[in-house]
């Protein structure tokens, strides 16, 4: 009897003993998941908050920052964090402004070099008094139109002016008043010529021409244009000239008729001037014109 009344005994036994297992599984399980829920609080969720900012941050949105208020190590972490962030955007920033401002001044110094090359550039081809071009540049174009034309087999023509009795006029009312004799006709030159046309100041009160694109008639055309021009025009102490007005005598060649170079197209110009000084002046003549030697 003794044996058969154990058994049941025992059963409850160990079901006390599955339920206590059970039940400290259980529990076991639940602190855990507390433990978890804790941790995950305290230290996974501050730790992927400080992994968001720091990702932000690094794509470019420095004003990124973490919020985590707690006093624990994690919390000094945040706020450390925090603090580079303020740092690093403050020095983004102010290398920003730097940037910036060396820019503008780069900017504005390239502006002032483009300037002054400019005008230096100005100032190396054009004369002082008229702001006319000046002879050096004057040549460099006309070698350039002499090339140009034996390529195009196109002709041109050059007229080389001259104020008549300009020493006469500077001896009576001083070097200012020829000077602004000389500023006034290169205007009146100027106005008389195509914009693509070039005058420049040869030397002293002589002037010199490039007509583009003309031939011998069209040339002698302008150049009788040029001396109606100046004849009929008023300038000052003009009365005090011979003939009582001023005048200009010229020289006019053609390319590639009158020579094979630029040197030798002035010099034709040139002798063709003389040969209007020797007519009588307020003329125009042609280098084809002069008795042949």
Do not use: W
């Not at 154990?6 to 339920?19: I, K, Q, V, Y």
């Amino acid at each position: 009897k003794a044996g058969f009344a154990l058994t049941p005994m025992e059963l409850r036994l160990a079901a006390n003993r599955e339920r206590t297992i059970l039940t400290s599984l259980a529990v076991s399980l639940v602190v855990a998941l507390i433990a978890f829920a804790v941790l995950s609080m305290l230290v996974i969720r501050p730790v992927l908050s400080m992994e968001e900012m720091a990702r932000r941050f690094g794509g470019g949105d420095l004003r990124a920052r973490v919020s985590i208020d707690t006093g624990d190590e994690i919390g000094c972490l945040a706020v450390q964090l925090n603090a580079m962030a303020r740092q690093l955007e403050t020095y983004t920033s102010s290398l920003e402004k730097l940037v910036h401002e060396r820019t503008a001044e780069l900017v504005g110094a390239n502006a002032k070099l483009l300037d002054v090359n400019a005008q230096l550039d100005k100032l190396a081809k054009t004369d002082g008094l008229t702001g006319l071009f000046n002879r050096r540049y004057f040549m460099d174009k006309l070698g350039f139109e002499v090339r140009r034309s034996d390529r195009n087999k196109r002709s041109f023509s050059l007229v080389l002016l001259d104020v008549d009795h300009f020493k006469q006029f500077n001896d009576t009312h001083g070097h200012p008043a020829g000077d602004e004799l000389l500023q006034r006709l290169a205007t009146l030159v100027e106005l008389n010529l195509r914009s693509i046309d070039v005058v420049a100041r040869y030397g002293g009160e002589e002037f010199v021409v490039l007509l583009y694109d003309t031939g011998p008639d069209e040339g002698t055309r302008v150049a009788e244009k040029l001396r109606r021009a100046v004849a009929e025009q008023s300038f000052a102490h003009a009365e005090t000239q011979p003939g009582g007005r001023l005048t200009i005598s010229m020289g006019v060649a053609f390319y590639p008729q009158d020579a094979k170079d630029g040197a030798s197209l002035v010099e034709a110009a040139d002798r063709a001037l003389y040969g209007s000084k020797a007519a009588g002046r307020n003329r125009a003549t042609r280098f084809d014109a002069l008795p042949q030697t």
